[in-house]
């Protein structure tokens, strides 16, 4: 069977974020397992491009697939009154003419989806329809109560807790963030007590947490033997973090700088100790729904987890490896990091479950199965 997929995304490229990074990896390991990939995104950013070129220079990857930019003529962006309402209405608006222009009354194709509006529109009119669902808002509910149960569309969900949460669900499977293996290698020669955090140093324009962990650096028993590298902020976040590192006396100890690319990230990783995951409770996405890419990336490369102890944190594969620790808990993170030291490497076997050649295959068996009309 000729395996053909059109992924259809509100997302643009290129961008710096986690959910860019995890589209353009999950094409690149469909390619891979021989699956054609008609990728469409809206040209809705000046710095938007569906180049096949600008993507494989900004994401590092040499597979090649079919890129679709579509004019973006709505006031998302570029009305700052308001943004939320503005971006749920062009959203709708784009994903409908799109699905009406291109797309209208297909139900020989599969398509592939992470936006609400494009996979409501799509398994309306009969289409089959995958949906990867990353949290929980008021549309996602509407979407999901009108479609959930449609013999033509299956759902991705990134955690068990997520899929606990949505009970009118007919078909659905589990299916964790992965790790790029292309980039990513384990140094055996790390920088001995080393600890990065790799990521946007906010997110859903809330702080994660990472100015208390810096203020923690005071106590002897981690200025005297950890070092903590802090990359992926916005020059402003990296401005407000460098004043607290500055203001404390930290910067022998402690740096924080803005978003570097994928292999640079990736020595970045293979060069230290401890991997750390934080974020604050007050998101329910953080709190219960996440599955940070970073986690599988710190994995891979061979760090040691260190993880604010969250329910989401908790439901990740091999979390028996993680070290937790009470948010807030400055004796508890010291803990952890001595703790961590007992954690032995992953094996072969883990290591692949965690990989997005294994993530790849289950999603073609998953798409690709007949079970259910799709």
Not at 50 to 68: G, H, P, V, W
Not at 154 to 181: C, G, M, P, T, W
Not at 297 to 319: K, M, Q
Request: one cysteine or more; a positive charge.
């Amino acid at each position: 069977m000729n395996k053909i997929l059109n992924y259809i995304t509100y997302q643009t490229f290129p961008a710096q974020t986690a959910n860019s990074l995890q589209t353009i990896s999950n094409i690149k390991y469909l390619i891979k397992k021989e699956v054609t990939v008609n990728l469409y995104f809206p040209l809705r950013e000046k710095q938007s491009s569906a180049e096949i070129k600008s993507l494989q220079d900004f994401y590092k990857f040499t597979e090649t697939f079919n890129s679709f930019g579509v004019k973006h003529s709505y006031p998302h962006g570029k009305i700052k009154f308001l943004p939320k309402l503005w971006f749920h209405i062009s959203h709708i608006l784009w994903s409908r003419k799109l699905i009406k222009t291109n797309f209208k009354n297909d139900k020989e194709n599969y398509f592939f989806t992470r936006s609400d509006w494009v996979a409501y529109f799509l398994s309306k009119q009969g289409s089959k329809v995958v949906f990867e669902c990353h949290q929980t808002s008021k549309v996602r509910n509407f979407v999901i109560k009108k479609i959930g149960m449609l013999e033509n569309v299956k759902f991705i969900f990134l955690n068990e807790n997520l899929r606990n949460n949505y009970k009118e669900v007919k078909q659905s499977i589990v299916l964790h963030n992965a790790a790029d293996s292309d980039f990513l290698t384990s140094n055996s020669n790390k920088k001995e007590n080393s600890i990065i955090f790799l990521g946007n140093t906010h997110r859903f324009n809330q702080s994660r947490g990472l100015g208390q962990i810096i203020s923690w650096w005071s106590d002897p028993k981690l200025n005297e033997k950890y070092t903590l590298e802090i990359i992926g902020g916005s020059a402003q976040d990296c401005d407000n973090l460098n004043n607290i590192i500055n203001e404390l006396k930290l910067s022998n100890n402690i740096t924080a700088s803005q978003w570097v690319n994928r292999k640079v990230a990736a020595k970045k990783l293979s060069e230290a100790t401890f991997g750390l995951l934080i974020n604050t409770s007050g998101n329910d996405h953080s709190y219960l729904y996440t599955s940070p890419l970073k986690y599988f990336e710190y994995l891979y490369s061979g760090l040691s987890v260190i993880a604010v102890d969250f329910p989401s944190h908790r439901t990740l594969p091999i979390s028996e490896k993680v070290n937790f620790f009470e948010n807030g808990n400055k004796e508890a993170f010291i803990n952890s990091l001595k703790n961590s030291k007992k954690n032995e490497p992953l094996s072969k076997d883990q290591l692949y479950i965690i990989s997005l050649h294994w993530r790849a295959e289950k999603l073609i068996e998953f798409i690709y199965s007949t079970p259910g009309g799709i």
